[in-house]
């Protein structure tokens, strides 16, 4: 069983920069997407950004488009969330998640019942 630990969460204020880190604890990864996610204070979980893991291939949703970016090192079994221009609507629980499966609709990799393992989560703050 894959386990997640993310790191880099804070508080900052409007305009502020934030880098997360999502680290797999496993030996042999080979996921097929992994993917950020966040839970706003009273609301549910959404989707943040997703990236393939051989295929590089990134997907962002609407709210965070051009501020945020999804990296990886593969080397590192790492993937990355840096977040720029950061503002109120963004102070959330920000989790890593990852998943082996291949869906045929790719809008399934923007849902969290596709994902197999999930990490504790960081907490992320923006002030105005």
């Known amino acids: 069983q894959v386990q997640l630990a993310e790191s880099g969460g804070g508080a900052v204020q409007t305009g502020g920069s934030l880098k997360l880190s999502c680290v797999a604890n496993?030996?042999?990864?080979?996921?097929?997407?992994m993917a950020w996610f966040r839970r706003p204070p009273g609301k549910g979980r959404e989707f943040v950004a997703s990236?393939?893991?051989?295929?590089?291939?990134?997907t962002y949703s609407d709210a965070v488009k051009d501020r945020f970016t999804i990296s990886k090192d593969n080397a590192k079994n790492t993937v990355y969330l840096e977040m720029n221009s950061l503002k109120p609507e963004d102070t959330a629980k920000y989790y890593c998640?990852?998943?082996?499966?291949?869906?045929?609709?790719?809008?399934?990799?923007?849902?969290?019942?596709?994902?197999?393992?999930w990490g504790q989560g960081t907490q992320v703050a923006v002030s105005s």
């Open positions: 496993v030996q042999s990864f080979y996921p097929n997407v």
């Open positions: 998640a990852v998943t082996h499966n291949y869906w045929p609709d790719s809008t399934s990799y923007s849902l969290p019942r596709s994902y197999d393992a």
């Open positions: 990236i393939g893991w051989m295929s590089d291939v990134t």
